[in-house]
């Protein structure tokens, strides 16, 4: 395998694992300071937005609500500990391959979209997943390729459509001796069905069959979508947040 067909493969894996959306098991999240992200460090954002819903990204319990509206997806972030995680799965993920040093050093997400909720239970959704990941090669792992060398690799795949992730639309590498590659992601879901809420739990039945079930909560005009778990004192954790706003 040459160096640039080595590195398409780790690169693809390493998008695999932090690539995610709603009712996907997982997601992308803004990094705590280190991958271009405007995290702040108690796993909330602290850009500001319509009705400040930025602002209270990653900062509200599951509360039920009023979920019936037409609602816009505007964020999505995750706890400090949710990317901590992540990075540890790529870091896991990367320490049996060519290069067992490459990390996972930023994700920046990005949400739009809508989701409708009428009044007689039925929903339609269109949801898109953007945002970055960057991945660090350090230089014992890049031997003697340029990073402009992988940049053209990895790019010519993704414009032939033989890159294995069909989610990343374009890569970039930059550096000297160690190359920081910054993917572009793009994944889309719509669909529709019907949905029912149960105390502070949506539950949304595709026509497919396939169900979803997230905490959430109405706060003013946000809908929060939350994944949670429990933590060490027994007390509901926010491990990652999508918001949208009322319309």
């Known amino acids: ?77 995750q706890s400090a500990a949710s990317i901590a995680a992540s990075k540890a799965n790529f870091s896991a993920n990367a320490a049996g ?26 929903y339609a959704l269109d949801l898109v997943f953007g945002g970055y990941i960057d991945i660090n090669f350090p230089a014992s792992c890049i031997a003697g390729a340029s990073c402009d060398d992988a940049t053209a690799g990895f790019q010519s795949q993704i414009e032939e459509g033989t890159f294995p992730i069909p989610s990343v639309t374009s890569i970039a590498c930059a550096g000297t001796s160690s190359c920081v590659c910054h993917a572009a992601i793009y994944r889309s879901r719509s669909e529709s069905g019907t949905f029912s809420i149960s105390g502070n739990v949506l539950s949304l039945a595709a026509t497919t069959g396939a169900v979803t ?35």
């Open 1 to 77: 395998m040459t160096t640039t067909g080595a590195m398409m493969w780790l690169c693809a894996g390493g998008l695999a694992v932090v690539v995610g959306g709603f009712g996907c098991g997982g997601g992308g999240g803004p990094a705590p300071g280190d991958g271009g992200s405007d995290a702040t460090g108690d796993g909330g954002s602290d850009a500001t937005g319509d009705g400040g819903a930025a602002a209270t990204c990653g900062n509200v319990q599951p509360c039920g609500g009023d979920v019936v509206g037409n609602w816009m997806f505007v964020e999505q972030c």
């Open 97 to 122: 391959t060519w290069c067992p040093s490459q990390t996972l050093v930023g994700i920046e997400p990005q949400a739009s979209g809508a989701l409708v909720l009428d009044a007689a239970g039925a």
């Open 213 to 247: 079930s997230k905490s959430v909560c109405v706060a003013g005009r946000s809908l929060h979508i939350l994944d949670t778990s429990t933590g060490s004192t027994g007390q509901t954790v926010i491990d990652s947040d999508l918001v949208a706003m009322k319309q």
